[in-house]
């Protein structure tokens, strides 16, 4: 059963416009959301969190919304760019230690010059 | 600051032989250590964490094993490669944290293809 869904295997928009990743779970116990960003042939790396006291999360052209009622969390970018273009990964966790962070399949985002 | 390496980067093996990778956290002193796999279409696998020297937590049954000689050494190995163990394998290391889940700092990644 996969508990953290990333329904959209990829996305491409337009240099400058918004970038929406999405993301469903289904575990309601979840309280502490990640993204991750991911390069070809590299590692992880940590892009922006939120926790389940809060709705919004942001970080100079990251935001992160999260809607505990309808268990789904959104990443935008605005503007996009191309360096942007990566794998995006979403992870939530219950309260407790990072080895319960459960990993979504991930989105791939192509930013278009 | 803190550094994390894994090697080596590419690894292509013959079913049935070993594995051994390896992994190793500079500037921080006992991380919680991770390997996790990225298998082709499939999100990231949490494959074993350690909190401490010998100390092993497996998350999924499978071929293969982990070890913990040393505070920031991590082994991740197998005695007999199978097929479906091609992937991406990453290492990761966190502060320990109390309460919540700490950020994850994952290393270059490993692909392993076995043929």
């Known amino acids: 059963d996969q508990q953290v869904k990333q329904n959209s295997p990829s996305l491409s928009v337009q240099e400058g416009r918004i970038s929406i990743l999405n993301c469903d779970y289904t575990?309601?116990?979840?309280?502490?959301f990640l993204w991750y960003k991911k390069y070809p042939a590299e590692g992880p790396t940590f892009l922006i969190s939120?926790?389940?006291?809060?709705d919004k999360n942001e970080d100079g052209r990251f935001t992160v919304f999260l809607n505990k009622s309808a268990k789904h969390l959104s990443l935008h970018i605005v503007p996009s760019q191309p360096g942007d273009s990566a794998v995006y990964f979403c992870?939530?966790?219950?309260?407790?230690?990072?080895?319960?962070?459960?990993f979504g399949k991930g989105t791939k985002l192509t930013v278009n010059p | 600051s803190q550094t994390i390496h894994q090697w080596p980067a590419t690894l292509v093996q013959p079913v049935g032989s070993p594995l051994s990778l390896e992994c190793t956290v500079e500037?921080?002193?006992?991380?919680?250590l991770y390997w996790y796999r990225q298998a082709a279409g499939r999100g990231l696998q949490l494959l074993f964490y350690?909190?401490?020297?010998?100390?092993i937590s497996s998350e999924v049954p499978q071929n293969l094993s982990a070890s913990r000689p040393q505070d920031r050494q991590f082994i991740l190995s197998s005695k007999k490669l199978l097929l479906s163990d091609s992937g991406f394998y990453l290492c990761?290391?966190?502060?320990?944290?109390?309460?919540?889940?700490?950020?994850?700092?994952f290393g270059e990644g490993s692909r392993l293809t076995v043929l």
């Open positions: 990761a290391w966190s502060w320990t944290t109390i309460g919540g889940p700490g950020e994850l700092f």
């Open positions: 575990n309601s116990m979840f309280d502490y």
């Open positions: 939120i926790s389940s006291i809060k």
């Open positions: 992870a939530a966790s219950p309260s407790g230690g990072s080895e319960k962070l459960v």
């Open positions: 500037g921080t002193s006992n991380p919680n």
């Open positions: 350690s909190v401490g020297i010998g100390q």
